[in-house]
């Protein structure tokens, strides 16, 4: 027969076992939302570098800082552009990554999760026999 106080402790370990595993799905949903800006980022730099790509070395680029436009020559507003494509392609692997390893944390709680279900599920059948 199972005793009350061994019902409890698989109560509150399945608890703490939940709260982990929700923080974890947390995280995962905030780096999706991370993930997502820095991949429009990503197409829009693609984009402005596309359309560098097609102006001629007299052509006349500005950059706006604050609220002025200040001028830029075309060889340094395209070497920005692929750094900032470099640096954002970087992030995306980063994010990629931590959510793949986030992803099997995830995994690995839900099955400690289920083993203590099922744990508790078989102390009350016990209990229901007895």
């Keep these: 027969m199972a005793s009350p106080a061994a ?3 698989l109560q509150r370990d ?3 076992k939940a709260n982990d595993l929700s923080k974890i799905q947390k995280d995962i949903a905030k780096n999706h939302q991370v ?3 820095y991949t429009i980022q990503l ?10 790509e097609l102006l001629k070395e007299e052509a006349n680029v500005y950059k706006l800082i604050g609220p002025v436009l200040v001028k830029q020559d075309l060889a340094e507003a395209n070497a920005n552009v692929r750094k ?17 390893d ?3 944390k995830q995994n690995s709680k ?8 099922q744990r508790m599920q078989a102390l009350q059948a016990g209990k229901a026999k007895a």
């Excluded at 900032?84 to 793949?100: F, G, H, M, N, T």
Aim: hydrophobic share 40%; glycine share 2%.
């Design 7 to 9: 019902v409890r402790e």
């Design 14 to 16: 399945l608890e703490n």
């Design 35 to 37: 993930r997502k800006k």
């Design 43 to 52: 197409g829009e730099n693609e984009l402005v570098l596309k359309e560098l």
């Design 84 to 100: 900032r494509i470099e640096y954002i392609s970087a992030e995306l692997k980063r994010l990629d990554a931590a959510v793949q």
């Design 102 to 104: 986030l992803e099997e």
């Design 110 to 117: 839900r099955e400690a999760v289920l083993k203590v279900q």
